[in-house]
């Protein structure tokens, strides 16, 4: 199974740090477990390209990244709690800025 597969069987469970941190304390069921076991695999597999949500804590590959790392954002729906759309422009800056939709993925394919 490559990176890819994995991260679409991650995304299909709903995986963010909040659900594990909030089952930690009231039981873990077997299908964090398995979310888990596939983050901890992802994550030392990609720790490089992989960015967690400043809003809601979900790890992406893909994002918006707010000047230079300060924030990370995986949807438009996280980083307009944050910022309007007329606000994100002004940083984005037309690509001259240090804000900008990215994708960190660099998969290694086995
Ligand atoms: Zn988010």
Redesign the pocket.
């Known amino acids: 199974m490559n990176v890819k597969e994995l991260i679409n069987q991650l995304k299909s469970l709903k995986v963010n740090q909040a659900d594990f941190v909030a089952h930690d304390e009231t039981g873990i069921f077997e299908k964090d477990i398995i979310a888990l076991e596939l983050a901890i695999k992802i994550i030392e597999e990609n720790k490089d390209n992989m960015r967690v949500?400043s809003?809601?804590g979900?790890l992406m590959i893909t994002g918006y990244c707010i000047e230079n790392g300060l924030e990370y954002?995986?949807?438009d729906?996280?980083l307009h709690k944050h910022y309007t759309n007329e606000e994100y422009m002004n940083l984005y800056d037309d690509g001259n800025g240090d804000s900008y939709h990215t994708e960190w993925e660099n998969y290694s394919y086995e």
């Open positions: 949500c809003d809601c979900k954002y995986c949807s729906e996280c």
